[in-house]
């Protein structure tokens, strides 16, 4: 377990394989678990602004993470006493946490089987491949062939502050292609009411200008629409995809995988 007591602004990066990635992570597994408790400054210092960004295989990733999976279950808390000294942005993704806006991040033909639990006070943003993701270049598909079954579980605790939450991207800014689903999403309230929620069976907070392509959700893994939803309205779905069972779902997952990749990979999805 990785318990930080701190009363710095920095931000805070923590991944399975590589904590901030700037290269090329390719084929590379996981089977460790992550296990994260924030202590905050008990003399009360002020750390407003820190991010803490936490990924299976990634946590921030610049670049490319591809043909990667993760086996490992990430635990994380930050409900600190006082409230009023921590302001956090918490990216949380079963590959990579955050892809940032200021550079071009590649999530390919990955796979999350670990499940996510957090317990927080803060803004939250869960995916079970991607916790956010911002790329405003339409003309490319950063995150694409992915597959989730982890479950994601958050708990929020006496906050206004927002949570997006969701199969396979919290954040959803920036196309994605080929993504399944089949674990299940779950937010769990305890005292407060006043949390804007963002989620999804595959986005939570979707954008009108953004793409979501062939992305395919197992039936029953929530219990509203694939697209992302508010406090006061849950959303359609996004049209054309459908629920399809788990198997349905590895069948043609398998497919793309093959059809991307040399006739070696055929077995990629088989464990």
């Not at 808390?77 to 990579?96: A, F, M, Q, Y």
């Not at 953004?210 to 992305?215: A, E």
């Not at 893994?221 to 006061?232: I, M, P, T």
């Amino acid at each position: 377990m990785l318990i930080l007591d701190t009363s710095s602004s920095r931000n805070i990066y923590v991944g399975g394989i590589v904590g901030n990635n700037e290269g090329t992570t390719n084929n590379c597994k996981n089977n460790g678990n992550i296990n994260i408790d924030i202590i905050t400054n008990r003399l009360g210092t002020n750390i407003k602004s820190a991010d803490i960004i936490i990924g299976g295989i990634a946590g921030e990733n610049k670049s490319y993470v591809v043909n990667s999976k993760n086996f490992g279950d990430i635990n994380y808390s930050n409900s600190p006493v006082d409230t009023s000294i921590l302001e956090t942005r918490e990216r949380i993704g079963g590959i990579v946490g955050y892809g940032p806006s200021s550079t071009f991040c590649n999530v390919e033909n990955c796979i999350n089987v670990g499940n996510i639990e957090a317990n927080t006070s803060e803004k939250n943003y869960s995916g079970g491949i991607i916790g956010y993701i911002y790329n405003s270049n339409l003309d490319v598909i950063p995150v694409q062939n992915v597959y989730n079954s982890g479950n994601i579980t958050v708990t929020t605790h006496n906050t206004g502050k927002n949570l997006y939450i969701a199969g396979i991207a919290g954040n959803g800014e920036g196309n994605l292609q080929y993504c399944f689903n089949t674990g299940k999403v779950t937010h769990i309230t305890n005292g407060e009411s006043t949390v804007t929620k963002y989620r999804g069976a595959i986005v939570g907070d979707a954008h009108s200008s953004t793409k979501y392509l062939d992305c395919k959700y197992l039936s029953g893994s929530v219990d509203f629409g694939a697209e992302g939803s508010d406090a006061d309205k849950l959303g359609n779905p996004i049209e054309s995809i459908p629920n399809l069972t788990e198997q349905q779902i590895l069948n043609e997952m398998n497919g793309i995988i093959s059809t991307h990749n040399s006739s070696s990979q055929d077995e990629w999805l088989k464990w």
